[in-house]
């Protein structure tokens, strides 16, 4: 190896491609395609992602030390040709669908990805290495190597990647070790994926929809005790180690184009498969209920086998189930462990970073270092920064007025005054968030104690499903006063805990019965923006060390109203990747009943702003998701 | 050429041997494709592959 310390990470070619570049095991930069080409869940080759890493890190190709790309592309193909083989004649439709993808393009994915890389730094491929490390190892080493810990049981958990869909590892110090794995057609994620599909929503994206719609289901009822005894003697058997074994009678994946035989599904739940537009009844929240029960009852069993095959009191999460935040909530209070980190992009475009770190780590060889308490994310703003010049470029191209505040406690006292007369304020600051959770840096914000907040938000701002939650961002030392966090904290909204009791309203006695709609009015506690349904909540905690604007933001609204938590979802709209430019701001500001946007030391308030001419036909530029 | 020594040293590391010559019809079969000048669809539910 020369004396080259910069890794590139890249994800791509499924869903979710990203780039990551680390210097001697650090993370510089990282960004999610979908951000630049405003193209949501983008599946291709991520140039623009590529190109930021780069010039962020003032690099070259030339420069590196290696490329790492977060997968096994034979061993991927390995796991097809065995499949379609063991199913066969089952699924020569779909044989002949994909592999023409494989043979023109996925088999060459080396030569793919080089050729990508030269049109985006330039002819002449330079002499670096390009390594392959696992799906899941990439997913591991994105959970434990930035981790505030030396040592630690690593569990991910998504769909698929090679083989395995779930592994074990023990990350010590430089190390790591995979102990144990769940190997394809039998996955947790893609179970939950089949539930998303037969619940009428998108595969891949509409996972936490289905855990938001979850709550809505009645715990105490006979239904759900009936669903849930139906998917475990019929659709999954779960194992003490959490592993599971699904029954392929009932599934579709492994060698069709739909995740579920839906003629044997609904003649075992008794119901028609929900379409997108159907109206969501007692039984589609029910089925959600009965599935996130069983998904959290896996991901305890694995936790306990982590702990019983590593003894660490540590344990770190990634893969797509590790954004089951409800699911995560519940192994944290479990007490299985001490301690627990999840990777703030658990997802795919995480792979990019694990696979970095694992090329560093593992491949090199590389020491690692654990700082204090703090991991090593930087608050997880990762992304690119917006500078006054790309405001006064927003500016010049909008025609846009807006107020420059010198004092930024100013500016936080403007938006905190705005938010307490109920108005929404968009908010954009420092770098992009890297994961798919907005932070604080590209954020849509209100008045948590607003009774109408969330159905404005939902229904005005979002343009998306009403029964959907919104999340809390609460200043990290005043957590404990509204959430049973148990002194944990939650900084990338990874963890769902509920309100404290002293916040909670009482409940009309029919409630668990009463239908979606008048749940969903029901006034639940002194936040009931932020309060599911279950009294839950996706709590994000607010470090002053890893992001003092909003920090600041938040106290200057405590100051003025005693309250020190706000709503915080992501500045998009339904369908829409969350904004990364200042003018990717505007236009969302401008097309929505979004109150003021504050970008920077900047302030603009709607009824300053000149008409915005774009007709409604703009909601098409996004598929719904 | 770089591809065929990169699947070689899989196959070895694998020692699935019987995954060449299943690899070498569909290259061929492949080549037939691009000469005829198909197009690959893409799957839609799942991306397994």
């Keep these: ?625 | 050429m770089e591809f065929l020594k990169d699947l070689f040293a899989f196959l070895m590391e694998r020692k699935k041997w019987w995954l060449m010559p299943v690899i070498l019809v569909l290259l061929l079969l492949g080549a037939l494709l691009i000469f005829a000048g198909q197009s690959a669809v893409a799957p839609f539910i799942y991306t397994l592959f």
């Design chain 1, 1 to 625: 190896m020369s004396n080259a310390r910069h890794i590139l990470g890249i994800s791509a070619y499924y869903h979710d491609a990203a780039a990551a570049i680390v210097c001697d095991g650090e993370v510089v930069a990282a960004a999610q395609e979908e951000r630049f080409t405003r193209k949501k869940h983008d599946p291709g080759f991520p140039g623009n992602a590529v190109r930021f890493c780069l010039d962020q890190a003032g690099l070259g190709l030339g420069d590196l030390a290696a490329i790492a790309f977060y997968d096994k592309p034979l061993l991927k193909f390995e796991r097809l040709l065995e499949t379609y083989y063991a199913f066969a004649p089952r699924g020569l439709r779909s044989f002949l669908m994909s592999m023409p993808i494989w043979i023109k393009e996925k088999l060459f994915q080396k030569k793919l990805l080089w050729d990508h890389l030269l049109e985006v730094a330039g002819p002449g491929r330079p002499d670096v290495p390009m390594l392959f490390p696992e799906h899941h190892l990439s997913h591991a080493a994105s959970a434990f190597y930035p981790s505030p810990f030396d040592e630690a049981a690593v569990m991910t958990v998504d769909g698929v990647g090679e083989w395995a869909t779930a592994s074990l590892c023990h990350g010590e110090g430089t190390g790591m070790r995979i102990l144990k794995e769940l190997h394809f057609p039998h996955s947790v994620g893609l179970l939950y994926s089949a539930f998303t599909y037969f619940l009428g929503f998108r595969v891949n994206s509409g996972e936490y929809k289905l855990m938001g719609l979850a709550p809505y289901g009645d715990p105490g009822s006979a239904q759900v005790a009936e669903f849930e005894r139906k998917i475990r003697e019929r659709l999954v058997d779960v194992a003490p180690d959490g592993s599971v074994w699904l029954d392929q009678d009932y599934f579709d994946y492994a060698t069709g184009l739909r995740m579920v035989r839906e003629d044997r599904w609904e003649g075992l739940f008794g119901m028609a498969r929900r379409d997108h537009a159907d109206e969501l009844e007692m039984c589609h929240c029910n089925l959600g209920l009965a599935i996130q029960r069983v998904t959290e009852d896996i991901m305890l069993k694995m936790a306990a086998e982590a702990k019983r095959l590593t003894g660490s009191r540590n344990l770190c999460l990634a893969g797509g189930v590790a954004l089951n935040c409800v699911g995560n909530g519940k192994l944290q209070r479990s007490g299985l462990f001490d301690r627990v980190w999840i990777q703030p992009a658990a997802g795919d475009a995480g792979g990019a970073l694990g696979a970095a770190l694992a090329a560093w780590h593992l491949h090199f060889e590389r020491p690692r270092s654990t700082c204090g308490h703090l991991d090593r994310m930087r608050g997880s703003f990762l992304g690119p920064d917006v500078t006054d010049q790309d405001i006064a470029r927003m500016i010049r191209h909008f025609s846009a007025v807006g107020e420059h505040f010198e004092n930024f406690d100013d500016l936080c006292a403007r938006a905190a005054a705005i938010m307490e007369s109920g108005a929404v304020v968009g908010w954009v600051q420092g770098r992009m968030e890297w994961g798919p959770r907005a932070l604080g840096n590209r954020s849509i914000i209100g008045d948590p104690r607003s009774p109408d907040m969330q159905r404005k938000m939902n229904v005005n701002i979002k343009y998306r499903e009403s029964f959907r939650p919104f999340a809390p961002s609460v200043l990290a030392e005043d957590a404990g006063e509204y959430f049973d966090l148990r002194g944990a904290d939650s900084p990338y909204m990874l963890l769902v805990a509920d309100v404290v009791e002293r916040h909670r309203k009482p409940l009309p006695p029919d409630y668990a019965s009463m239908p979606v709609r008048d749940k969903l009015y029901t006034l639940r506690s002194s936040l009931p923006a932020i309060t599911h349904i279950d009294f839950s909540a996706r709590v994000q905690t607010v470090h002053r060390e890893t992001n003092e604007r909003y920090w600041r933001l938040i106290q200057a609204f405590k100051a003025r109203t005693g309250c020190p938590a706000i709503v915080n979802t992501s500045f998009n709209v339904r369908g829409e990747p969350i904004v990364c430019t200042p003018e990717d701001a505007y236009r969302c500001f401008m097309r929505t009943d979004m109150d003021a946007l504050a970008v920077g030391d900047y302030l603009f308030e709607k009824h300053r702003q000149p008409p915005w001419p774009e007709d409604r036909r703009w909601k098409e530029e996004f598929v719904l998701d």
